[in-house]
């Protein structure tokens, strides 16, 4: 009953940048947390960021200060601006989204389909 589709992301140099993309799409009455997540091989999948309906935020340490978490929510969209990116950012990256569903009401917990991020040294 909810979509997500990710797009944004591919190949780049380390110190390069890029900017990730999730949308949500279906029968959603409302939207409460956004949040990005990866998952490296041989490694278990990590939160990196999450943001709230209100707009409060929280980082992983290993990407604060170089990732910047952001949601429109006219557009029921999250990004994920990554700057600075070294080759340990290599990973597929997850979006989720937590909210209501319209008409039952019922809460739920999406995922996106993954989109590959790779940082060259």
């Known amino acids: 009953q909810v979509q997500l589709v990710e797009s944004g992301g591919g190949l780049v140099q380390a110190g390069g940048s890029l900017r990730l993309s999730c949308a949500a799409s279906?029968?959603?009455?409302?939207?409460?947390?956004m949040g990005w997540y990866r998952q490296a091989p041989g490694k278990q999948r990590e939160l990196v960021a999450r943001?709230?309906?209100?707009?409060?935020?929280n980082y992983a340490d290993s990407v604060k200060g170089r990732f910047t978490i952001s949601r429109d929510n006219a557009k029921n969209t999250v990004y994920l601006q990554m700057n600075s990116l070294k080759p340990e950012d290599t990973a597929v990256y997850y979006c989720?989204?937590?909210?209501?569903?319209?008409?039952?009401?019922?809460?739920?917990?999406?995922w996106g389909q993954g989109t590959q991020v790779t940082v060259s040294s």
């Open positions: 943001i709230t309906s209100g707009g409060s935020t």
């Open positions: 279906g029968s959603i009455f409302s939207i409460n947390a």
């Open positions: 989720n989204v937590d909210g209501v569903i319209a008409g039952t009401w019922a809460d739920f917990s999406s």
